[in-house]
């Protein structure tokens, strides 16, 4: 734990040494920001925009799969809640 105290002769205390408030003033220590930049913002935004426009060939991804392992992956995801409102032509196109 770090304690600053400030006298009356404008000078900070603390328990590794007494540092100038001039000298801070003068190395550029600036306060943290908790948000970014206006700059930062659109850089990232851009880096994002352009790895969202890369080709994605999603049919590297997919496996064929048998009559038996599709009937086992619909058996499984039968109870689940997230997949119980899907029509059957999207549960195809999911498995």
Known sequence: MIAIFLDETGSVASFDGGVDVKDIAVSGIRPVRRQPS????????????AADDQEFDIQQYISPKSDHEKARINEAIKASFLFQHISPANREVRI
């Open 38 to 49: 206006r700059q930062k913002t659109k850089a990232v935004m851009k880096a994002r925009s």
